[in-house]
Structure formats: structure tokens, C-alpha cells
């Protein structure tokens, strides 16, 4: 959220590779706007990414359905930022670019930037291999892990 709550973006982490994709929400995080969003990258994801998707409790999560027809969603308890913890240390890194109380850029360049740089950081839990090179080796599936593990996950 931004300043105001009047900007917002969502979050998309894949759990194994921690590889990351920041949207804009140019049209606020009604439920509709965020479904719509969702949707159209959701979709776009390859099947190894999209076994399930964890999100916190919102509003703006009321049209889960429409977006997950196809995989599970599972919803944490409200106050209970431990239970996505992939998501919340990934929000925590994208503090260092949008801190709390500004208003956050709805041109998706921006957030498309901010989701590569934090790609292309070597992370010690990846050995520090960053999550574009983790995610690209799943892709390719030589044998950098067990895929059954990756959950998407969104704020």
C-alpha cells in the first residue's frame, strides 16, 4: 500500500526460487481491479509456478475464484504475517524501494524494475544463486530442486 492507501501493487513470489513479480494496481485494489490484474498474469505463468496461491485476508481478495480456477488458494489467518513468511521478507526488500507512506509509481515499468533488480540479488538461502538463475534452472528442470515445493504467493 501506498501513501494514503490510495496506490497499491501486488505481489507474486514463487516460494522454491523466490523469483518475484511486482504489479501495479493503476486502478486501486478494489476486488475486481485485483482479480482483472491477477488474471492476466496468473494465466501467463508456467504450470511449474502455479500449484497454489497463499494470500492474507482482504477485501481485495474476494474475487479469489475467478483467479484461481484452476489451482488452490489458501487464505492465512488475519494478523499472521508468519504463516507467508517467502512474502513478507520479499515485501520487506521492496520497502528499501517504495518506503511506507509514498505514493507508489502505477506505470508497471517501475515495479517491473524494482522486481528485477531483487531477481538478480544473490540470496544466501539460494545458495547465493539469485531467483532469476534458481528459477530458470527449474524451468529447465535440472534437477535444482523439488518443484511439488513451489507455491506463488500474493499480498
Known sequence: MGKE???AV??????????TMILA???GKSAD????????HVQ?????VRKSLTWDQGTEMGRHAAVA??????????????QRPTNENTNHMIREYLPKGTDIVQHQPYP?????ELNTRPRACLGFYTPQE???????????GDDSESVASTN
Open 5 to 7: 492507501g490510495k496506490s
Open 10 to 19: 501486488i505481489t507474486l513470489v514463487d516460494r522454491q526460487s523466490r523469483f
Open 25 to 27: 494496481l493503476p486502478q
Open 33 to 40: 481491479h485485483v482479480a482483472d490484474v491477477l488474471i492476466d
Open 44 to 48: 501467463g505463468l508456467p504450470a511449474l
Open 69 to 82: 480456477t484452476d489451482l488452490p488458494v489458501f487464505f492465512v489467518d488475519p494478523h499472521s504475517p508468519w
Open 112 to 116: 517491473t524494475a524494482i522486481a528485477e
Open 134 to 144: 534458481v528459477f530458470h534452472r527449474m524451468l529447465l528442470g535440472d534437477g535444482t
